[in-house]
């Protein structure tokens, strides 16, 4: 089984925000959590470096378009090391591999009439780079960033977009699992209800210079969004590396925000008919995060840095909270309160304490070292545990993600409750009851290393800390043998540590 794992690729007119983080972050959940499983992941993330909004924004910094991208990749690549995702590629659309796809792909088409030179006339809202038909228009202004939208005719390149439409929406009703939530699924049929016209993908070079050349008309640059949706294609050797292209491209899952649905759920499955190729197998759209009670973003004033959130709180931090907080496919607000109940009630009271009482308590009661089960100890959070297992994997395929997690913390506080219930205190009174202390310490640990490795791909660095302080190392167990109840191997080195998220917080 193959998993093949997109972002959108990001604008690098601005620095990420919470937004860019939160797609990447789940994106890399679904990545660990389908290489936990044994399948052949692969995760590609990248930026979208072309188009009016990069070249504005280098001009307004004063240098030129290569050099600004130069500079802005550096943001994303580091906050994605800061946060501890784990991308196998990352692909820029200045990169010659990409440019040389997106060229072939523009002559192929162009050669089997395609793409067509024609007459547009339309609004043009400069800030998104999109036409406008009249009736999209709110009071003459860009429906999508509101910014005054301006009327403009000139020849181009157009894209025989509109002759697929019955054949998208007959694709989209037959594969219910296409386009997911069902209400972005929805949209797009009724959007295909209505006429769908040509696309038009060249923009004249006098206005952009910053796009890559049309190979058939040196006076234009192609359309930002022909050229970015191709990064999907581009970056896992279409057109060069038929065998592993293939295999990766047909369990292709594309994230995307739900801002986003029409360029991933229109376009992009009409450009591969026309190149001959299958739709993605998945596209799932996220809502957005408010702030406010409106959307998240620069344009729109307040934005939230991820990279300052996980240097106070930690990485681990960051990414348990956006995936905990929010219900993949609709909207969630961002507070600081939200923020910081999140990371004292789940991380530093439940998951925390867990872990230092546990691994306190074996320094202190067998100084250090693991002791063995005892018979009928600990019970009651093995048949926890056996249901929380059977859970994941369906809440997984429907991307659950924050079910998941509260099935997790299930555990994790009957792990809490089975220390009050079973008071190891008491029984290190006695020497009568020793063994019994140990299978309750032995029970715990186990406990903890099951919420280590079911929480790998939420918090991989926390993850791996316990299991290094347990004396576990995963990769010496089989992918399904890790899940098992018992694994653990009595007389193993346990190991106390500073706490996993400090209650004071800088
Ligand atoms: N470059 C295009 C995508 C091309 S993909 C072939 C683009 N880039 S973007 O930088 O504007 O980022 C878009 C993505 O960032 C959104 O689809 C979404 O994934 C994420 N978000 C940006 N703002 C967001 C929120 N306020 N909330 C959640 N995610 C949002 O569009």
Redesign the pocket.
């Known amino acids: 089984m193959s998993f093949y794992v997109t972002?959108?690729?990001?604008?690098v007119n601005d620095r990420p925000?919470?937004?860019?983080a939160?797609?990447t972050v789940l994106a890399d959940f679904l990545a660990r959590s389908h290489r936990l499983q044994g399948e052949d992941t692969w995760f590609l993330t990248g930026t979208?470096e072309h188009g009016q909004k990069v070249q504005d924004a280098a001009a307004r910094n004063g240098v030129d378009p290569e050099a600004h991208c130069d500079r802005m990749v550096v943001h994303f690549q580091d906050l994605w090391k800061e946060l501890g995702v784990a991308h196998d590629d990352f692909i820029r659309t200045t990169e010659e591999r990409h440019v040389r796809v997106v060229q072939a792909v523009l002559s192929d088409l162009r050669e089997r009439d395609e793409i067509y030179l024609g007459t547009y006339t339309g609004w043009y809202c400069v800030s998104d780079e999109r036409f406008w038909t009249e009736k999209d228009l709110q009071d003459g202004n860009c429906p999508d960033c509101g910014r005054p939208a301006t009327q403009i005719e000139e020849q181009n390149y157009f894209f025989r977009m509109g002759r697929h439409r019955d054949w998208l929406a007959g694709y989209i009703q037959e594969h219910p699992d296409f386009i997911r939530p069902e209400t972005r699924r929805n949209e797009v049929l009724g959007f295909l209800r209505q006429d769908l016209g040509d696309l038009c993908i060249s923009r004249p070079a006098e206005r952009i210079t910053w796009g890559i050349p049309l190979p058939f008309d040196e006076r234009y640059v192609t359309y930002v969004?022909f050229d970015?949706?191709l990064?999907?294609v581009s970056a896992i050797g279409y057109g060069s590396d038929g065998e592993s292209f293939q295999d990766r491209w047909s369990s292709a899952f594309h994230l995307?925000?739900k801002?986003?649905v029409t360029?991933?759920c229109v376009y992009w499955p009409i450009m591969l008919r026309a190149m001959g190729l299958e739709p993605p197998r998945h596209i799932l759209a996220?809502?957005?995060?408010?702030v406010g009670g409106a959307?998240?973003?620069k344009s729109r004033g307040e934005v939230v840095d991820p990279l300052g959130l996980a240097r106070r709180y930690g990485a681990d931090a960051f990414r348990y909270f956006v995936l905990r907080e929010m219900v993949v496919g609709n909207d969630a607000a961002f507070t600081q309160e939200l923020f910081d109940a999140r990371y004292r009630a789940d991380l530093a009271n439940d998951l925390g304490n867990l872990e230092s009482r546990s691994l306190s308590m074996v320094q202190r009661y067998t100084g250090g070292v693991l002791p063995e089960p005892f018979a009928g100890e600990g019970d009651v959070l093995r048949d926890c545990w056996n249901a929380v297992r059977a859970d994941l994997p369906g809440l997984l395929h429907e991307v659950k993600i924050n079910r998941m997690l509260e099935r997790i913390w299930d555990f994790v506080r009957a792990a809490n409750r089975f220390v009050e219930d079973s008071r190891p205190w008491d029984l290190a009174k006695s020497e009568d009851s020793h063994r019994r202390l140990g299978g309750v310490l032995y029970s715990l640990c186990e406990a903890l290393r099951l919420i280590a490795v079911a929480l790998e791909p939420a918090i991989p660095g926390t993850s791996a800390e316990i299991l290094r302080r347990l004396g576990y190392d995963p990769a010496a167990d089989s992918a399904a043998g890790r899940t098992d109840w018992g694994r653990l191997k009595p007389e193993a080195r346990v190991e106390k540590g500073p706490p996993l998220f400090p209650k004071d917080v800088p």
């Open positions: 972002t959108p690729i990001y604008y925000h919470l937004g860019h939160y797609t979208d969004w970015a949706l990064n999907y995307i925000g801002d986003i360029t991933h996220h809502g957005w995060w408010l959307k998240m973003s």
